[in-house]
């Protein structure tokens, strides 16, 4: 995603009118359509007003749908394997369509259940990351360790 440049004022030409529709708003959700299929993230208001690549799909939910939940929905085992079996293209680069897309069967509960879910979706990322930055520290340290012993000889 890149940041989009607003046109000046004034200004409008068909390209400019195209290029609107894939304007990112806070709260839209992007996901890959190739590649690592389910890959998908929520557009926060520091990304508002980039442009969607032609890499990714841009869903913007609708009210009562919070973007949290549609998120983690996506990026979900299920999710991902359901679109894994619909894709196409080879081993290296898989690729999913709009149809495919469209037809992913998602579990709709109400309003507070999406958000609940959704929390914990993110507590649980949010800790992943930090045991990644633990791990990757771990490894540095061993390394060094290695290292340092390796030359005191």
Do not use: N
């Amino acid at each position: 995603m890149r940041r989009a440049r607003r046109p000046p004022r004034g200004c409008c030409s068909p390209a400019t009118d195209r290029l609107a529709r894939f304007l990112l708003r806070a709260g839209d959700v992007v996901i890959a359509r190739r590649g690592e299929l389910g890959r998908c993230s929520v557009v926060r208001d520091a990304q508002d007003g980039w442009v969607c690549g032609t890499g990714c799909f841009l869903l913007r939910p609708p009210e009562g749908l919070d973007p949290d939940y549609v998120a983690a929905y996506l990026s979900s085992a299920a999710s991902r394997r359901w679109l894994e079996a619909r894709s196409t293209g080879g081993m290296t680069m898989k690729t999913v369509s709009l149809k495919v897309l469209e037809e992913l069967p998602i579990t709709v509960p109400d309003l507070p259940s999406q958000r609940q879910v959704a929390g914990a979706m993110r507590a649980l990322g949010e800790h992943e990351e930090l045991l990644r930055g633990e791990l990757a520290l771990a490894r540095k340290l061993r390394e060094d360790v290695l290292t340092s012993a390796l030359l005191a000889r």
